[in-house]
């Protein structure tokens, strides 16, 4: 695995599957392997970006497109009236294991604060 194709990319180009439920031209999104919640989606650049550290202006646009996802998918979801939880990990402090950014969207059961 290297920087630029790591597991993520390797699920946004197909070669590893995922149970895909949502995709446009700059984002996909899957269900967790390891969910943390009855819905636990992970929200994906089709680029690949290593951590928020790595954002560059020109991200401005996919930036926000996994943030309009994560809307969508907490609607079809039916998460979205009752509330849901997005969290994007940086670096080993917060707990980041695949460095590819993605964005958890999680709902279906009540979060505490502050998170753990
Ligand atoms: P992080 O800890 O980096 O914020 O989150 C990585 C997430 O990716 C974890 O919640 C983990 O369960 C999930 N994950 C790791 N490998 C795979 C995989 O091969 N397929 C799927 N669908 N999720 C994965
Ligand atoms: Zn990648």
């Known amino acids: 695995m290297t920087d630029t194709y790591c ?3 390797k699920i946004a180009s197909g070669e590893i599957n995922a149970d895909v439920i949502y995709e446009n031209d700059y984002v996909m999104a899957f269900r967790d392997i390891n969910p943390q919640a009855p819905t636990h989606v992970l929200v994906i650049p089709r680029k690949h970006i290593a951590t928020i550290n790595e954002l560059v202006d020109t991200d401005q646009y996919v930036a926000g497109a996994l943030h309009l996802a994560a809307k969508d998918i907490a609607k079809q979801e039916g998460i ?4 849901f939880r997005t969290v994007m990990n940086c670096n080993s402090a917060a707990g980041q294991t ?4 993605h964005l958890h969207v999680l709902g279906g059961r009540d979060f505490s604060w502050p998170p753990g």
């Open 7 to 9: 597991l993520f990319c």
């Open 80 to 83: 979205a009236e009752d509330g």
């Open 98 to 101: 695949v460095f590819h950014i």
